[in-house]
């Protein structure tokens, strides 16, 4: 039990890192589908940077610098050259898997790696997601920054004749974000399951996705859904520590995913609907062009 | 500190010089060597049509756009603008027509942001200490703390000033300041600009059409004309007529006549209808008229008062929250969209490029919106499209469209010609019900002309015409039935004949209702 | 940039015509070839005799063609199953499930009426061949419904909806193959039973009827959107859904009816991968790869503009270059996935390229234009 509370908060940690990194990237307007792509960029080249140089710390940077990129990439397709930011996020995830496909192959099987040891018998990783959950609650709330990007993600036409430069404050949130997205890539690769194997995400990115969604992009809200998440997420994997011998194992893996649709489907009722459409930044996935 | 520039000026000083201003598009001259001064303490109105130029020169003085050529001084010094940002740090404070605000912000939020001053840690106290003071100087009054959505359009374009004076400006530029507004906020406003002006701020109002507003409140008036300017007088020595002979180029009728149509039967049929906004709240509340064969009835208000959700509940775009509504005594209140269209309903829709058209269309596609459910033009599920090119061709000819041919987008059309084939896609299917929203917004004077002749030819065509107009001008001299509305009731039924301006304003503002005509 | 009285601009493009769009698509293609040559190159392969065997072994090679033409056909179904509701605004990347689940439902047919010591079945096997194809297009159009359903009448993303119903669908598939599943082999390889001979897809001209199935959609697709009332209001609605409204579209209805013709489609490229290719007659151990495969109709239907007979091309194209990726990757030992890879390699590439469909770069004459008025503002 006390094995699977702690795998499950790791898998939360991942999730709400992926997801606080979509959430700052959608705060400022810019909607990024292709977080899947990110995440299996920086599992992967986390990955192989940690088993070739045999640091930790310069696995998770790769990851964090390969998130930083995409990030660039997404926003060079969606703020300087004005696409749509669907097709451009499809396009990272559909690179991020096919790519790494490829370039991971060679590395395929376990780490190899001394496990990254536990603080106070949790994950260092749990501590730092929920600093992050305060940090990013206080930016949005607090800052000058926070509310430069949230107006920029409002309505960017406002934000730049009061003399906010839209560009820089995307650019700064989707870079932001993609970072975040790749360390949740790298914590996976690294740490929750160092074992690679093609495509061996299997859908976290689109959970993160979702659970931005559902956290009416309230960073409180989104920890709350992403422990939750972790939950179910851990007991599809290995349900055997909870629930032995119920159900078959694969039927257990498309629970979360059930469960997803289920809550996307309850948000869709009148009274979600009206607040989620009040939270909802408004010029979300608008390309924003100037004058 | 560059708003040092304007620190310590007097009143009469010049503050603002514009000279040889001239800015080209791809194939257009938006403006022509317009040459502009400005003195503290001075309310200068910019005059002129939709296309006269005044949007490009108002972004030019807000950074917006560069110009070509030309020189903008402030105090004196020569300056240049590469953004917004640039003229702010001069001292210039804009007011958008289509507020500048977020919305989902508050109002303090909205007025700090992009403040020099606001630091990296907000620090709100400061601010409101100095923002209240500035509400006292000039008699606003507007809560900080509400969200922005939730104000009316007078507060929040107390909010857009606000902003521009917590800012520093010294030079306020209006665009179209009462445009949004009823009567009484107008009157409130134009006391806010007076007060301002006395303390030495230089103010210049853009507007297009209202003239007794320019006439009442600013001292000089500059007019533009196809991107030059016309005219430059003391507004003492002006009138309405002299302004508009000078702004249109040619003399301008103001009233249209009234044609009298035997009234017939009734043809929708409203009672207590009810619906609610995007946001949820009841934006219409317990409306009921009837509108005959043969007869205008015009919906006068301020935009944001329910008349969009009216149009949208009649013509089956939102739900119907409460009432009833009939369609020549056939209850539709539930009834879809495309069972009122076939049921002989017409609407004409106030977003003509989001909604009224599609912009990657060709206008036979667009003709085709109001026509595919027809089987005459749609056997057995197959669209006839030699049939359709047909009917797009005679309404282009008929109603005087211009474009080159009937397979041009409808992205490619201007707004005039754009609103005319919607006009006559709707029309050609002779309604029995016309609504049409905003109609004439945002249109030039000679397609206003067009489009007000053909709501009075479908009234002689026995429709019953259902017209929600925020020009009050407008609705007067074409209804024959004027309902002014606020706050999603109506404020009352007159006669359109002899109905007092000043009346129906009154009630559009949310004055005691009127007494009840009964059509 | 200036050179003498010119400068380089972009302009927004007020019109797009056909062969400029196509010239785009080629180019964007070609683009992304050169790019991927960047993996030749890095694992020390000349990319030009790489090309020469990809090229010559999947569209000349009497091994290589049927293989092409096999997942030709796939990549054709899988583009129409993207385009049906992408021309509607909406994206299908559910294919993947969809298709799993039209598979699954073609063998549920086969799975009730085996038996038969003669042929192994005991219906006329025309009659469940007919079956079968009903029942995989049945099955992708109600799984792809659910998309449909929660996109029309509750606004619900449909992205995240056919995704997330993707991986159901991957693991349903899994329960009903492996570890005692209904439809396991009874030899028990982690794959379904084997389809009997009598049922297997027939052949017209040496290729699976499936082939000529897809080229018929395709042709009648085409007529949908040109021609009939329904194709128009799918337009439409993929335009502006506010305008559709306001045309008395049923907005609700809509992406409910695309996303059933879209799963249908994607259905049937399930049918034709598991029970028409030769060699295959089954659902496979590594059905992921086929699901994956899939989502080069995304790129494919990216590509094509939503039209689908120049999907036909791009179809043949990027099956060729799959099966002679996966050849090449063999032949000269480089890493498992350079199809995964070429797959990536397209679609960023298409991504970047996007943005000459709205942007042209023009020589502009910097002398003073004539003098118009009016207009803009």
Redesign the interface.
Known sequence: MWEFATRSLEASTIFTFAALGELIGQRSGILNVGVEGAMLFGATLGFIAAQLTGSYLIGLLVGLAIGALLGLLHGFFSITLGGDQVVSGMGIWIVGFGLTTYIGNPYTGPLGMARIPNVFGLSPFVYLGILLVLATWFLFSKTSLGLRIRSVGENPAVAEVSGIDVARTRYFSVILGGMLMGLAGAIYGLSYNPVWNYNFLMGWGFIALALVFFSMWNPWLLLGGAILFGAMWQLSLSPELVLPGFLSRYLWRTVPFVITLLVLFAMSSKWFRGRWGAAKPAALGEPYIKG | MPQAILSGIKRGDVVLELRGITKRFPGVLANDQIDFTMRAGEIHAILGENGAGKSTLMNILFGLLQPDEGEIYVGGQKVTFRSPLDAIEMGIGMVHQNRKLVLAHSVIENIVLGHPRAGKILNLTQARAEIEALCRRYGFAVDLDAKVWQLAEGEKQLVEILKSLYRGAKILILDEPTSALAPPETKKLLASIEAMSQDELAIVPFITHKLPIVLATSHRVTVLRQGRVTARLETVHSTEQSLAKEMVGREVIFRLDRVAVARGEPVLQVQNLSARSDRGFMAVKGASFTVHEGEIFGIAGVSGNGQQELAEALTGLRKVEEGKVLLKGEEITHAPARRRWQRGLGYIPSERNTVGSIADFSLIDTVLMNYYFDHDYTPRGLVDYARVRQLTEDLIAEYGVATPGAEVKARNLSGGNLQKMILARVLSRKPRLLIANLPTQGLDVGAIEFVQNKLIAAKRDKAAVLLISEDLDEVLSLSDWVAPMYEGELMGILPGEGALREHVGVLMAGGAKGEEATP | MKLGPYRLQL?KR??LSSAKAGAISLLAIVAALALFSL?FILADVNPLTAYQKIFSYAFFNRFGLPLTISRFAFLLLASLAFILPFRAGL?N?GMTGQLYLGALAAFAVIFLFKGDPATGVRLPPALLILLMLLAAALGGALYAA?AGF?RGS????E???T???N??A???V??MI??G?MFMNPGGRGESFELPAAVRAPMILGAPFTIYLALLLALLITFLFA????G??I??YG??P??A??????TAFLPLLVFLLGGAVAGLAGYHYFAAVPGVYKIARNY?FFG?LA?YG??CG?ISRGHPLAAIPVAFLFGGLSIGGRFVQGELNM????D??????L??T???F??FF?YQIAWIKTD??P???????
């Open positions: 302009q007020l019109a993996l994206w990347i659910i929660l509750y606004g619900v993303n992205i995240v909806v995704m997330i119903l991986f159901i991957f693991w349903l899994s329960y492996k570890d599943g021609r009939t009332r329904i128009y209001e337009k439409a335009q502006s506010a305008a409204r306001y045309a008395g579209v049923n992921g994956d989502f995304i790129i990216l890493s498992f996935g350079l995964y890879a070429l797959l990536g390699v679609m960023i298409l991504v970047a996007q943005f709205r003073k234009e003098r118009h008025v009016g207009i803009r503002n």
